[in-house]
Nanobody, 126 residues
């Protein structure tokens, strides 16, 4: 069973930056697509960003495009989400997710991901 562990969340002010990290234990993630999702209180989970195993041409939701950057360091088996110019509406629990099958493209649907982290809280105050 793949375990994904997120870190880097916290309480910040609007306009600040945070970098989330997602590390995998006991399983190489270098060949699978990965993504970040988030879920705010009372709202459905939504895709934030996704990246293929090779890390090119990532996907971003319109709400974060130009402010967030997804990246991966396959040597460290870690996925990152750099979040700049944070807004109060970015407040949510952020989850990283990974697909099980190697070489597949990313998906914007949560149900296409097989492994999930426990989530890290990001709170942005105005």
């Amino acid at each position: 069973q793949v375990q994904l562990v997120e870190s880097g969340g916290g309480l910040v002010q609007a306009g600040d930056s945070l970098r989330l990290a997602c590390a995998a234990s006991d399983h190489p993630l270098s060949s699978v697509a990965m993504a970040w999702f988030r879920q705010a209180p009372g709202k459905e989970r939504e895709i934030v960003a996704a990246v293929t195993w090779i890390g090119i041409v990532p996907y971003y939701s319109d709400s974060v495009k130009g402010r967030f950057t997804i990246s991966r360091d396959n040597a460290k088996n870690t996925l990152y989400l750099q979040m700049n110019s944070l807004k109060p509406e970015d407040t949510a629990v952020y989850y990283c997710a990974a697909r099980a099958q190697s070489g597949t493209n990313y998906s914007t649907r949560g149900r296409d991901y097989d492994y999930w982290g426990q989530g890290t809280q990001v709170t942005v105050s105005s």
